[in-house]
């Protein structure tokens, strides 16, 4: 297991991060769809994510009403582990209650929210503590300001942001350095072999602000584990809950290539995937999130599979992004000034 720089900070996290929105969703909810785990279970995959050397751990206020955040604390103690060699983070944005404030990224349900985090997690504070996604109601300032005074607090030690786009968070990071504020060190966004989109704008924004990236759902909501057909037969989450949105003609082109590798390294389908995103220079830590123990440990396969130049050249194709502007046009007006930067050898 490496362990990666996280952003510009001190910090250093595990290269996969174990997701918990399989813990404690409610048989017939939308978390039940995705995982139901309890105490025991859970357990069972927090113990074995820290056996392997995995120190960051990703939970959400919304996952499962509160569940997950409150099963993945009491694990914690129950196992005995040492909360200080953990890297815990969770989250807020999402509906909590019925009233109009019980959602959104305002001060009144930020500190509201982080309160319940820390009760439910069982500890004194939140390492990383993420907005969960874009909230047009409350002034950009409001919410960076109620975050800063997190962490002054001490209740909240590294800020992040989840699902916005590339304009807002780099507005977020100017906005944070005028008011001498902490600013985002992450972004959890979904990246996957099969859905490359923040390629166009979000990656040359972290790279050049020295942002981390959490990849959230890195086998498509479990569609690049091998699973599935193209005619649509398999056994998964996607049966039930078939998000984030993919083009599957594209990715079924996708996942023949990785089974050809996959068939001749003797590993899963799901580990050439991760194993793709691994070797990716922007991404910090990659989140996985398992039902049992056994997909858990084929995830952590991953990190011991090194892609040749060739096998990478071969998925980068097959997956490639549509050209768009202006991303073309900054590549082709670019390219002189960039090959100046590398000129050929003498």
């Not at 074995?48 to 009403?65: E, Q």
């Not at 490359?196 to 759902?217: F, H, T, Y």
């Not at 549509?322 to 991303?327: D, L, N, R, S, V």
Request: with cysteine; aromatic share 8%; hydrophobic share 40%.
């Amino acid at each position: 297991m490496r362990y990666n720089r996280f952003g510009r900070t001190g910090l250093f996290v595990s290269e996969l991060c174990l997701g918990t929105m399989t813990f404690g969703g409610a048989e017939g909810s939308m978390w039940g769809n995705i995982g139901r785990l309890q105490l025991d279970d859970a357990k069972g995959i927090v113990k074995a994510a820290v056996d392997a050397g995995i120190n960051f751990i990703d939970t959400a206020n919304v996952y499962g009403n509160g569940a997950s955040e409150q099963i993945l604390g009491e694990a914690i103690t129950a196992l005995g582990l040492n909360r200080q060699e953990l890297v815990i983070a969770t989250k807020a944005f999402g509906p909590m209650g019925e009233g109009p404030n019980s959602r959104g990224n305002s001060r009144y349900h930020i500190m509201d929210q982080v309160k319940a985090s820390l009760k439910r997690l069982g500890t004194d504070h939140i390492d990383l503590y993420q907005i969960h996604g874009w909230d047009a109601a409350t002034p950009m300032e409001e919410t960076i300001r109620a975050l800063d005074d997190l962490v002054r607090q001490g209740h909240v030690r590294y800020v992040g942001v989840s699902n916005w786009p590339a304009w807002a968070v780099a507005k977020a990071l100017g906005i944070s350095e005028r008011l001498n504020a902490a600013r985002f060190e992450s972004v959890q966004a979904y990246y996957s072999i099969a859905g490359r989109d923040l390629e166009r704008e979000l990656v040359p924004m972290m790279q050049s602000e020295q942002v981390g990236l959490m990849v959230w759902s890195p086998l498509a909501g479990g569609l690049l584990s091998g699973k599935y057909s193209r005619d649509g037969a398999g056994d998964g989450r996607r049966d039930a809950f078939d998000f984030p949105p993919v083009n599957k003609d594209k990715a079924f082109d996708v996942i023949d290539a990785m089974r050809v590798i996959a068939d001749a390294r003797g590993v899963s389908v799901a580990q050439i995937a991760l194993a793709w995103l691994l070797h990716r220079p922007v991404v910090t830590s990659v989140i996985v999130g398992a039902k049992r123990v056994e997909q858990l440990t084929d995830n952590i396969g991953a990190t011991t599979l090194v892609l040749t130049a060739e096998e990478i050249a071969t998925l980068d194709a097959v997956s490639a992004l549509t050209a768009e502007y202006p991303g073309w046009m900054l590549e082709t007006q670019g390219k002189y000034r960039a090959d100046q930067l590398h000129p050929a050898p003498r």
